[in-house]
Structure formats: C-alpha cells, structure tokens
C-alpha cells in the first residue's frame, strides 16, 4: 500500500485530534462508496470540548506540555506554523480512505476553510516527500491521493458507506464523544496475524475519546469466532491481596481456544502450549505486589491435571532470577515466588476484592462487574518499583518518575456479545 501522503498528513492531523465526535457533524463517509475496504476519521477542531479535554489533562503533568506549542514545534520543521499555515488548510476533519482500487492508494479528504492554504500544504507536502500530490473534489471534499484513479473510484456514485450496514453498526459501537474513529472490513483479516487464523472477521473498528478523567481506547471486532467468552465476576479478586499493583485476570477456556494466537510466543519460550492448556478451566489469574522490597508474582489457573500441568509450567518457569513454587490449592495449580502457594491466594488482610484503589479504578473507568477478562494495574502505588531499575544498572531520568505521578491506574477489559468483542483500555489521570 502506498501511503507516504496520508503518513504525512495523519501525522498532522492526529497532531491535533479533538471535537465531538469525528465526523459528529458532516462526515467524509457521506461522500465515500459503499465498498470502501478502510476509513479513518479525525476530527480535528482547536477549538472543540475535546480538543479542551486533551489540554486539561496535560495540564496535571508537572511539565504542563501546551498542545499549540508542540503542534508548531512539529509544524516548524517544514518550516510552517500550525495555526497559521495548517489548521485553516485542514478544516475541521480529515479523512484518510482506502477503497480498494488496483492501486492500493489512500485518499485524503478535507474541508479547507482557506483553499489557497491548502494548496499551499500541498506544494510544501510534494517538496518535503518528493512525492507527486494529485489533488482533486469529491462532493465539496477536497481530495489528495497519489493516483488519479483512486480520487475518481469515490467519485463513481451508488451508496455510501454512511449507509452501510457494517459500518453504522461499527459506529454504534464508538462513543458519540471522540477524537477519532476507525474502520476496517474483513478483507484487512491479514493484518491481525494470528487472530485472523481463528476468527472469520466481518469487521472491526477503533475509537480515541478524550475524557475529563483520562483517556479511552475502545476496539469492536466483529465475526464468526470472535466471542472471547462468555462474562464473569472475577473470584480471584478474592484471592489476591489488596495491596496487589497489578492483576490480569482471564477465562481459561477461552485461553485455550486461542493457543493457535499464542503458538509463536510459545516456540520462542520453548513452552510445550498444548500440554499447558490442555484441560485448563475456569477462571486463571496473575497477579504482582510488593514483598519484601522485590515483585511477588502469583499465577492461579483452574486445570483438570494439575501434575501434568505442572510439568508443562516448569520449562517457562527455569531461569527465572526468583524461585517459583508451585502447589495445587483448592483445586487450582498455584504458581508463586511468595513463601508457599498456600500463603500466595489466602491473604491474611484485605483482598483486592476490598480496595479502594481498585475500586476508584474500575468505577473511574467504567467498567462493568463481569466481563470476558480484565487488567488492573495500579500505577501510582508501583511507582517505587521504577527504583528497583538502579539496581538493574539502569539510569531513569526524575522527570520521568514525576511525570507518571498524575497517572493513577490502568484498566483494560474485554466483553462479548454473540459475534461481537469489544476490549476498552482507560489511563485514569489525577
């Protein structure tokens, strides 16, 4: 696919994402054919609640970055400035489509608010990438793309993608309140590796919001396969110990009906996959806290063998700079560098189910009770882990540390609804 234009005005445009919603008002998929295979919409208003949003944020870092500044300090290496020379040549939207024409072209679309600001981005566009720009409109569009061809298939009439079955159930799906929004058809199934091995993709779609707590990612794929399983309440929260810093908690079975995913990490580990999940059930977890100055990590899975999945462990677990015990608890393979496996998933104090920390995380990020599987990492308490990397001979800059202090939490979860997944990742910022 050739795409050096639309790399260079995707690093523009996302440069200086915000509005409500990409393409919450006049959208490019009006004007873009049924068919088109990829779309990307960036709403890219200044002076949007978004746009607001994103700046706040950066405002509770101790470097308090300006968004105008850091736009113009791009902008200024093609001699531009971005107020001046890019946003009125932008518009309010940019959308980069990939329609599928025989020369695997992307298409740029815009509403300049000044045509002779666009030209000029173009011409400096051509001299930067010593690229030919062909430009043309599309339905009160402006287009740009490196081939004539690609510009007239937008062009050709019948519907339009905004009324494509895929592509507004892919929208309902995105928050009304967004920086961006993506969308890709099956036909792009090559491009998710080893997930397209076990899902038959009709599509799948992105979107970046800006919220006044932090920001959101949220991913939608649609197909046959593409269940992760069916939700839970977590159990394990009730194993591990409140002061946990980070736990990831997943459904067994939907693991193992996965491993074809997983084959290649497994190879380069040289752990045996089959034997490992073979029989693996339930909910398994992992989860790391601070004991004794040094990371605690505790692995629970639900298996039908547990000796043999005891076997299949050790080789992942040899070498490892702590030692590992293992046991069988309640039913469940516990591996664990705590003093025993018992100790490991019975805590004497409060459990995670009880913190307060965990609780302000999954209720800042909306996620709900039970879901296919979820990440919880508590980042402002795993902040005196980073000075265990001087131990490790590595030097981390202190404006580095200070910088991750407003962040306080990580979640990230999945959910599913018959063919449909959904997986959300949200960075609380205090």
């Given at each position: 696919?050739?795409?050096?234009?639309?790399?260079?005005?995707?690093?523009?445009?996302?440069?200086?994402?915000?509005?409500?919603g990409?393409?919450?008002?006049?959208?490019?998929?009006?004007?873009?054919p049924?068919?088109?295979?990829?779309?990307?919409?960036?709403?890219?208003?200044?002076?949007?609640?978004?746009?607001?949003?994103?700046?706040?944020?950066?405002?509770?870092?101790?470097?308090?970055?300006?968004?105008?500044?850091?736009?113009?300090?791009?902008?200024?290496?093609?001699?531009?400035?971005?107020?001046r020379?890019?946003?009125?040549?932008?518009?309010?939207?940019?959308?980069?489509?990939?329609?599928?024409?025989?020369?695997?072209?992307?298409?740029?679309?815009?509403?300049?608010?000044?045509?002779?600001?666009?030209?000029?981005?173009?011409?400096?566009?051509?001299?930067?990438s010593?690229?030919?720009?062909?430009?043309?409109?599309?339905?009160?569009?402006?287009?740009?793309?490196e081939?004539?061809?690609?510009?007239?298939?937008?062009?050709?009439?019948?519907?339009?993608?905004?009324?494509?079955?895929?592509?507004?159930?892919?929208l309902?799906?995105?928050?009304?309140?967004?920086?961006?929004?993506?969308?890709v058809?099956?036909?792009?199934?090559?491009?998710?590796?080893?997930?397209?091995?076990?899902?038959?993709?009709?599509?799948?779609?992105g979107a970046?919001?800006?919220?006044?707590?932090?920001?959101?990612?949220?991913?939608?794929?649609?197909?046959?396969?593409?269940?992760t399983?069916?939700?839970?309440?977590?159990?394990?929260?009730?194993?591990?110990?409140?002061?946990?810093?980070?736990?990831?908690?997943f459904?067994g079975?939907?693991?193992?009906?996965?491993?074809?995913?997983?084959?290649?990490?497994?190879?380069?580990?040289?752990?045996r996959?089959?034997?490992?999940?073979?029989?693996?059930?339930?909910?398994?977890?992992?989860?790391?806290?601070?004991?004794?100055?040094?990371?605690?990590?505790?692995?629970?899975?639900?298996?039908?063998?547990?000796?043999?999945?005891?076997?299949?462990?050790?080789?992942?677990l040899?070498g490892?700079?702590?030692?590992?015990?293992?046991g069988?608890?309640?039913?469940?393979?516990?591996?664990?560098t705590?003093?025993?496996?018992?100790?490991?998933?019975r805590?004497?104090?409060?459990?995670?189910?009880d913190?307060?920390?965990?609780?302000?995380?999954?209720?800042?990020?909306?996620m709900?009770?039970?879901t296919?599987?979820?990440?919880?990492?508590n980042?402002?308490?795993?902040?005196?882990?980073?000075?265990?990397?001087?131990?490790?001979?590595?030097?981390?800059?202190?404006?580095?540390v200070?910088?991750?202090?407003?962040?306080?939490?990580?979640?990230?979860?999945?959910?599913?609804?018959?063919?449909?997944?959904?997986?959300?990742?949200?960075?609380?910022?205090?």
């Amino acid at each position: 696919m050739r795409v050096g234009l639309a790399s260079v005005l995707a690093a523009l445009a996302l440069a200086g994402c915000g509005g409500e919603g990409a393409g919450a008002g006049e959208s490019a998929a009006a004007v873009v054919p049924s068919g088109t295979l990829g779309f990307v919409e960036v709403d890219v208003d200044l002076e949007s609640d978004q746009w607001s949003r994103v700046q706040d944020l950066l405002d509770r870092f101790p470097d308090r970055p300006q968004l105008m500044e850091l736009l113009n300090e791009q902008a200024r290496e093609s001699d531009l400035e971005y107020e001046r020379d890019i946003a009125p040549a932008l518009g309010d939207t940019v959308a980069f489509v990939f329609n599928g024409s025989e020369e695997d072209d992307v298409v740029v679309l815009t509403q300049p608010d000044d045509d002779a600001k666009y030209e000029a981005l173009i011409a400096n566009l051509e001299e930067e990438s010593g690229e030919e720009v062909v430009t043309g409109e599309v339905d009160g569009w402006r287009a740009a793309a490196e081939s004539q061809a690609s510009i007239d298939a937008l062009g050709e009439g019948g519907a339009s993608l905004a009324d494509d079955d895929a592509f507004e159930a892919a929208l309902a799906e995105a928050p009304e309140d967004r920086l961006a929004f993506g969308f890709v058809r099956g036909d792009f199934a090559d491009s998710f590796g080893g997930y397209a091995n076990t899902v038959d993709v009709e599509w799948a779609a992105g979107a970046v919001e800006a919220r006044e707590n932090g920001p959101v990612v949220d991913f939608t794929i649609r197909g046959e396969g593409a269940s992760t399983g069916e939700a839970y309440a977590s159990e394990r929260l009730e194993q591990a110990p409140a002061d946990a810093l980070a736990f990831l908690s997943f459904d067994g079975e939907a693991l193992r009906s996965r491993k074809s995913m997983l084959g290649p990490l497994a190879d380069v580990l040289g752990v045996r996959l089959e034997e490992l999940l073979e029989g693996v059930n339930g909910e398994g977890a992992l989860w790391v806290r601070l004991g004794g100055g040094m990371p605690e990590v505790t692995l629970v899975v639900g298996v039908d063998d547990a000796d043999g999945a005891r076997e299949a462990l050790e080789p992942l677990l040899q070498g490892l700079p702590l030692e590992v015990r293992m046991g069988v608890v309640d039913g469940r393979l516990v591996a664990t560098t705590a003093s025993s496996p018992e100790e490991a998933v019975r805590p004497s104090g409060e459990t995670l189910a009880d913190s307060e920390d965990f609780r302000e995380a999954a209720d800042a990020a909306g996620m709900p009770d039970e879901t296919s599987g979820f990440l919880y990492v508590n980042v402002a308490d795993a902040l005196p882990l980073l000075g265990l990397a001087g131990l490790a001979g590595a030097e981390l800059p202190g404006e580095v540390v200070e910088n991750l202090r407003p962040i306080r939490s990580v979640v990230a979860w999945s959910e599913s609804d018959g063919d449909t997944t959904g997986a959300t990742l949200f960075v609380h910022i205090q």
